[in-house]
T-cell receptor, first 111, second 110 residues
């Protein structure tokens, strides 16, 4: 089945230690998104790619970076995780403005 | 920018029909309204999308009045497994981003 895959499902890192979360898709969608979701809150868009064009939300901290080496893969890099970055990170894909398909998420714990 | 407003929480019982209403006063003329469902520790899942009048699929119905300033998600004969958070979304002006409101936490009781 076509899907959005996120690895790992659970990630533990230390304060200030860089971490990379990965997302892959078999849907061949041209748009990929990264969201941050904290407990009992709605997902918050960090950035998205339309093909290779990167679009950063104005309030996304510089600590968060992203890479999309090809259509299928997208990475979220957190350069120096702080305690406040502990959250669920969701990857989603869509074809243009159509419905978004979400992965299962990666839960990040910062010690 | 368009903004959505939904009830924070709702309770219902198994077998009942549940209607969740969302207001989106500033929706653009050409924009669709989309609803997602999210279970704890999972990514959101698309439920239904509509532009006007009524849309129905195997999971839900979506009612949109002529002025499109609101929409109502209708879940027929809910079960315990429908306990989740339901989000109503409309696009931002900049195309690919959806505006996520606080969502409605629906609790189904036996």
């Amino acid at each position: 089945d076509a899907m959005v895959i996120q690895n790992p499902r659970y990630q533990v890192t230390q304060f200030g230690k860089p971490v990379t979360l990965s997302c892959s898709q078999t849907l061949n969608h041209n748009v990929m998104y990264w969201y941050q979701q904290k407990s009992s809150q709605a997902p918050k868009l960090l950035f998205h790619y339309y093909d290779k064009d990167f679009n950063n939300e104005a309030d996304t901290p510089d600590n968060f970076q992203s890479r999309r080496p090809n259509t299928s893969f997208c990475f979220l890099d957190i350069r120096s995780p702080g305690l406040g970055d502990a959250a669920m990170y969701l990857c989603a894909t869509s074809r243009a403005r159509n419905e978004q398909f979400f992965g299962p998420g990666t839960r990040l714990t910062v010690l | 920018l368009a903004k959505t407003t939904q009830p924070i929480s709702m309770d219902s019982y198994e077998g009942q029909e549940v209607n969740i209403t969302c207001s989106h006063n500033n929706i653009a003329t050409n924009d669709y309204i989309t609803w997602y469902q999210q279970f704890p520790s999972q990514g959101p899942r698309f439920i239904i999308q509509g532009y006007k009048t009524k849309v129905t699929n195997e999971v839900a119905s979506l009612f949109i009045p002529a002025d499109r300033k609101s929409s109502t998600l209708s879940l027929p004969r809910v079960s315990l497994s429908d306990t989740a958070v339901y989000y109503c979304l409309v696009p931002q002006d900049s195309n690919y981003q959806l505006i996520w409101g606080a969502g409605t936490k629906l609790i189904i009781k036996p």
